[in-house]
């Protein structure tokens, strides 16, 4: 099943008779194997916003002219016609919103880890620290970590008012 994980150029000679003899045995995933990767391969290639549109499109297109197998994947569609502007700004500048997801995943993480802490300081002194900032911190005053703290904490705020 590893060998259904990794990209297509990157299986040996092993891996791929294997994913070869999985698709024998269940046809099924053949089909959202090569959707996953085909997709993938639109976001990774360098393209302007109108061109990954018409590939998109033709991924649709080829689903359609599918058996009821892509009905399943065809539910994609759904989503990236909801969402279809946001998706493709992706292709102006190759710009996500990851790290900022990763911050506000961290921040539900402490505030869990920190049941009971009431001092909202306490909790983006916890914040800074997770954020790889413990290093840095090591070397600075407890005043320099407060002011750092604050200005961390405006420029989140001003984000979330």
């Not at 058996?67 to 102006?92: C, N, P, Q």
């Not at 306490?122 to 997770?130: A, G, V």
Request: with cysteine; net charge negative.
């Amino acid at each position: 099943m590893w060998a259904y994980r990794k990209r297509p150029q990157q299986l040996t000679e092993e891996e791929r008779a294997n994913l070869e003899r999985l698709f024998e045995q269940i046809p099924e995933l053949a089909l959202p194997y090569h959707f996953r990767w085909a997709v993938t391969d639109i976001f990774d290639t360098k393209q302007s916003r109108e061109e990954a549109a018409a590939q998109f499109e033709q991924l649709r297109e080829m689903l359609a002219a599918d058996d009821e197998d892509s009905a399943v994947l065809l539910e994609f569609f759904k989503t990236y016609d909801e969402h279809r502007e946001g998706i493709l700004a992706y292709f102006d500048e190759r710009k996500t919103s990851g790290p900022v997801e990763g911050l506000n995943n961290k921040a539900r993480v402490i505030t869990k880890r920190c049941y009971g802490v009431k001092e909202t300081e306490t909790l983006w002194n916890r914040l800074c620290l997770d954020v790889n900032l413990a290093a840095e911190a090591a070397w600075l005053t407890v005043q320099s970590i407060h002011t750092l703290t604050n200005r961390i904490r405006d420029v989140f705020l001003g984000y979330y008012t």
